[in-house]
């Protein structure tokens, strides 16, 4: 089974500041998928990571991915107040589209 | 154009009662997935459907929960009797290939 680890899962920034959201995941995958939940809402997809290495950039955030060590990471750059949310990562199981999702990384990002 | 979307958005049902919850994916979608959600919890996958075929149920929690998708678009969760824990939102996502976009969900309260 699939198991889908989330580090932190709190994270309280200061603007300006830099962070790493760190996503461990335990059987391969050679796909993950970042999304962003505001609070009450649906998710909204951030990155679609194919294979290993890839690394993919929009605004503030960029995410990689390391299939080998089973890691992938969210960088959090210049942290602004409206990337409060709460984020997960989700690599598919064997199955290539049943998402399995993380707990979740709840960001608060204080002026 | 028009994203996923659910209905009803809030449903409250007592204890015992049969749900249906709607799911209205972007036209041309082959892919339809069902999600559960508890609080502050990720995602937790349901159910799988393309086109009209159920190709994988394995998250379904018990007998109770049944989805069908008879002319391979609209989708249908059924909840019979339903049970406290079943309270949650539940979300569907459709997909075309690899990426699932989400709709807004719909949060059910049994009492």
């Known amino acids: 089974e699939l198991k889908v680890e989330q580090n932190p899962l709190f994270l309280s920034m200061q603007e300006g500041k830099n962070y790493t959201i760190y996503c461990n995941y335990s059987?391969?995958?050679?796909?993950l998928y970042w999304y962003r939940q505001d609070p009450g809402k649906s998710l909204e997809s951030l990155f679609v990571?194919?294979?290993?290495?890839a690394v993919k950039q929009e605004g503030r955030l960029m995410a990689s991915l390391d299939t080998k060590a089973r890691l992938s990471t969210l960088h959090i750059t210049a942290a602004v107040h409206d990337l409060s949310a709460t984020y997960f990562c989700?690599?598919?199981?064997?199955?290539?589209?049943?998402?399995?999702f993380g707990k979740g990384t709840l960001l608060t990002v204080n002026p | 154009g028009a994203g996923v979307s659910q209905s009803p958005r809030y449903k409250v049902a007592k204890r015992g009662q049969d749900v249906a919850l709607r799911c209205d994916p972007i036209s041309g979608h082959v892919s339809l997935f069902w999600y559960q959600q508890a609080l502050g919890q990720g995602p937790e996958f349901l159910t799988y459907?393309?086109?009209?075929?159920?190709?994988?149920k394995s998250g379904l929690p018990s007998d109770r929960f049944f989805a069908e998708r008879p002319e391979g678009s609209v989708s249908t969760l059924k909840i019979q009797r339903t049970q406290q824990e079943d309270s949650a939102v539940y979300l569907c996502?459709?997909?075309?290939?690899?990426?699932?976009?989400f709709g807004p969900g719909t949060r059910l309260t049994v009492t």
């Open positions: 990571l194919l294979s290993n290495g």
């Open positions: 996502a459709s997909s075309l290939r690899l990426e699932q976009y």
């Open positions: 989700a690599p598919p199981g064997g199955s290539n589209y049943k998402l399995t």
């Open positions: 059987t391969t995958s050679d796909r």
């Open positions: 459907f393309q086109n009209e075929a159920q190709l994988d």
